[in-house]
């Protein structure tokens, strides 16, 4: 019986060299993260907007369905200095006509602060003590990724080029996350102009694992068992996938987030920055559209993030795609409904099926 | 003893499912193409702006070197109107320093026709009779394409996107060359706005063979046996590959074109319309940053190619990186120097160790 191992599943004792990505503002249930982690993947929390105790609360719901190994993911960014509200007018005033359109109040001024507190996050999660932590943004400071290693806590970070990687590997990480151009959500761009750095995950996984000593996992554009196949074959020891769990049944993307990625047809991604202030990969609809066309003012990332929320909210929950931000890949097209156990399996008898086509045609 | 090969390869008549592409404007010499069918990959020709009498002689002198299918490529585009002397002194102005600064008088106005008649080089092509002929930038009118294969020569067509290939594979043509957003030189899109169509290697092959039922070779990003293993795991039938040919010993790449390439460490490329007219991917130098960011006016395609090929020709001479289009995929830093069959033998042996390596993976 064939089984699908590589070194990096024993880094993070896992069954199976798949990470089910973190994916910050909804998606990551504990119920998903539970049935991707008992599936035999890594489940991952996108905890980037959540608080403390929050935190501990999905995780203890997760620990009463499985003890298998979780991640959490953060992202690492400068809390901006606060906007005062007289100067956030410009910004509000760009996406007024949207609130109104779905019967809101135009917003008020945010207060700072915009995001939890990562100091303490990362507190909290040392408490909780999961088998591996990723970040996504910027590098974490070398204290706080030590103090995490100290506690067993395997560390990864997201890397878009070769000198992030390099960067990141000479700082301590135990394994790189190639963020491919094709990846949905947040540009991970923390060294050079993120619009300089959209390699394509083809290129970049083999760049990167030819730069660096320690893992790589592939993210970016990987919907199925091939695609997996593909990024082992590129050298990566491992896959991470997003939008592919995007519309399992535990997933708790809103329903018209999933139906929009089921009814792909066609690469209609792009990046924008409009909807938190850092450029972040989704589904084209008017806000996009409209907001990357305007070239409206906007709020120092995370802040514009809380400028567009309750509009995000509503827009998700009204069932209207128009102001929700559907972060995608460019290979939603490949989207499947189904139950986040049964896409792990499916994953994993598919990529062992690619590998054995592959081995017939060298026969 | 094993062996790679697809489907692919019986159709081209090629012993390797892989394909040096063509590239227009030098690089690929009689020399690199009998030296690249020779060893067992598909030689091509760039052919787009070569015209009839020349290809005839291209060809011959493949010809006295091997009789492996060799394939003839060449760019599908309306000649634009002629532009007016005088409407074309902005286009002009906007690179007259770079031709000063190499020492050369300011262009004179370009006259049509800009480019090779496409219907004389497409019935020299038939006398000719290669085994396959690609095209690149849009379709080929079906009468065309009829005739081309009612000689028995094999047609291939490039998409950037699914509706692309669903088009080229309604209209007839013998497999697809699913052209990633990594790939060096031309977007081939015509069906959408080409900067909407900048899907990457890996998710794109995977979308266009879930889509068509003919074969699809991947091309972008794509330098090192690794990497032809992992789109034959996306379920391509065979790699294009461009950028790994431009520094072999026969190529015909000017000195510093092939220098830099093999200095390259970084993903440094970008896509610009200001060497020729329409967006290709290339090293980035002083012209493409300068004429990038300044938003100069520019003349159509090929017209602005004909304006700024001796500010080219001249760069490449003279070994000055800045004003030369130094074509290039973004997995560049992986560039090689050896001879056209060594590297084609190199792909041969990586690929099937590639796919050794995932085999030993499932054991």
Sequence with gaps: MPKLHTPLCDLLGTRLPIIQAPMAGGPTTPALVAAASKAGALGSFGFAYTQPEAMQRDVEAVRALTDA???????????????????????????????????????????????????????????????????????????????????????????????????????????????????????????????DAMTGTFALTRLIVRAVKIPVVAAGGIMDGAGIAAVLALGAQGAQLGTAFLPCTESGASAIHKQSLLAAREDTTTVTEKFTGKPARGLVNRFIREMNASNAPQLEFP?????????????????????????????APLSREMSTAQLVVTLEHETLEAIERLVALCR
């Design 303 to 331: 802040a514009q993030g809380s400028l567009s929320g309750p509009l995000r909210t509503a827009s998700g929950k009204s069932g209207n795609p128009d102001f929700l931000a559907m972060w995608a890949g460019q290979a």
């Design 69 to 195: 190994p979780i991640n959490l993911n953060f992202f690492v960014n400068t809390q901006p200095a606060a906007v005062a509200p007289e100067a956030q007018s410009g910004a509000i005033n760009a996406i007024a006509g949207y609130y109104q359109a779905l019967g809101l109040p135009v917003p008020a001024p945010v207060r700072a602060p915009y995001a939890p507190d990562l100091n303490a996050q990362l507190s909290m999660a040392e408490d909780i003590q999961p088998a591996v932590v990723t970040f996504h943004l910027s590098d974490l400071p070398a204290e706080k990724l030590n103090r995490l290693r100290a506690r067993g806590i395997k560390a990864g970070g997201s890397a878009t080029c070769v000198a992030e990687a390099l960067h990141l590997e000479a700082l301590g990480v135990d394994f790189i996350i190639a963020q491919g151009g094709e990846a949905g959500g947040h540009r991970g761009t923390f060294q050079r102009n993120p619009y």
